[in-house]
């Protein structure tokens, strides 16, 4: 017979996720609809691959985020959901189909990302630039907002990324300075702000996530905010770190919804413009509400 290992009630306790975590299961004619749409299109969601607790209520209001450049990333971040590997050739009409989707389900503001591209020269920029293009093109009343991934210091790749007319260019850094190595292992911290840097010195509006919950100490977080205000963020989101599977990173700690309360208010004393703090935030959380921070 084998035995299993006994768990105390306090590590039960520990690992439970409490009341203020719980989400409504996606439901409703607006979800159907946006459901229908993206598998008719062949689209990709970060919404489903990094299994968001915001699904039921951004689906529900007819917006998603679309992720790019297939569905395979060439990282092994911890605490992504995203399968990791060698991704498939790209597909070079995809910056139309997402253009097309999004004219058809009427979206006002739109969300596009991507998974890590490292194999390719140019960290697939050119797919990046013609998305944000066809997008604006087909639907020139909508703002964009894209979520771009760490380009290893091309900024060459950066600057084309960020160039085709989106409103706010997103980069999260996810965690503190002294997690990198346990947290996103082919990142580098620094590079991250210095990608921020370029970014806001390119005239852009810049966006930034952490993910609390997986080790870090406040002081260490109000650090960061520090570093992401002195390299030119104009807005953070902090949120939850959930564990997407069992063999992903484990949760160190469920944050009180109060702590994430005085985390924004910190963030703001700290010279960023705005910052979007709660249990279920997440990096597109709100986004329509970025839009219009001062730069």
Known sequence: MIELPVIS??????????????????????????????????????????????????????????????????????????????????????????????????????????????????????????????????????????????????WDALYRMIEGGQEVVSHNVETVERLYRRVRPQAKYQRSLEQIKLTNEAGKRTKSGIMLGVGETVDEVHKAMDDLAEHGLHILTLGQYLQPTKRHLEVAEFIHPDQFAAYREEGLKRGLKYVESGPLVRSSYHAERHVNVPI
């Not at 739109?110 to 050119?126: F, H, P, Q, W």
């Open 9 to 154: 009630e306090g590590e039960e306790k520990k690992r439970r996720k409490p009341d203020w975590l719980r989400v409504k299961l996606p439901i409703g004619k607006e979800y159907a609809k946006v459901r229908k749409l993206v598998d008719n299109h062949k689209l990709h969601t970060i919404c489903e691959s990094g299994n968001c607790p915001n699904m039921g209520e951004c689906w529900g209001a007819g917006t998603a985020t679309f992720m790019i450049l297939g569905n395979v990333c060439t990282r092994s971040c911890t605490f992504c959901a995203v399968a990791t590997g060698r991704p498939p050739e790209y597909d070079a009409e995809e910056p139309k189909r997402v253009a097309e989707a999004i004219k058809l389900m009427g979206v006002k503001h739109a969300v596009i990302t991507s998974v890590n591209r490292d194999e390719l020269k140019d960290r697939g920029a050119e797919i990046w630039y013609q998305t944000v293009v066809e997008t604006k093109k087909l639907s020139p009343e909508t703002t964009i907002e894209t979520l771009i991934p760490d380009v290893k210091g091309n």
